[in-house]
């Protein structure tokens, strides 16, 4: 008798001291998110602002396909005469695709 009655207070014990664990954690857990709450305004003041439309460079493209070095010097040349800057060439199978930008 005195076997099931230990067990008895050993299990209520626990059930309490979990109870107990339980509430702790939800105390602790509440005052970690009320205090990220009230640094976390703060936190904005460190943030990189966000870009402004007036100071964004806008840009203009051209691209063009070309078999021939000749070809492609030629454009190229031209191209670079009107303001265009060369910002990518590709070899494929259908010649050199040449893309370039200015800015608008």
Do not use: H
């Not at 943030?47 to 439309?53: L, T, Y």
């Not at 009107?82 to 259908?94: C, I, N, P, R, T």
């Amino acid at each position: 008798m005195r076997s099931l009655s230990t067990s008895s207070k050993n299990s209520d014990s626990l059930q309490k001291e979990s109870i107990m664990e339980r509430s702790r954690n939800l105390i602790v857990a509440t005052l970690v998110f009320i205090l990220g709450c009230a640094v976390g305004g703060g936190a904005s003041r460190f943030a990189v602002p966000p870009a402004q439309g007036k100071d964004i460079q806008r840009w203009d493209y051209f691209c063009f396909q070309e078999y021939g070095a000749k070809d492609i010097m030629a454009k190229s040349k031209l191209a670079g005469r009107d303001g265009w800057e060369m910002v990518m060439a590709d070899s494929m199978q259908a010649g050199q695709s040449i893309c370039f930008k200015r800015p608008l």
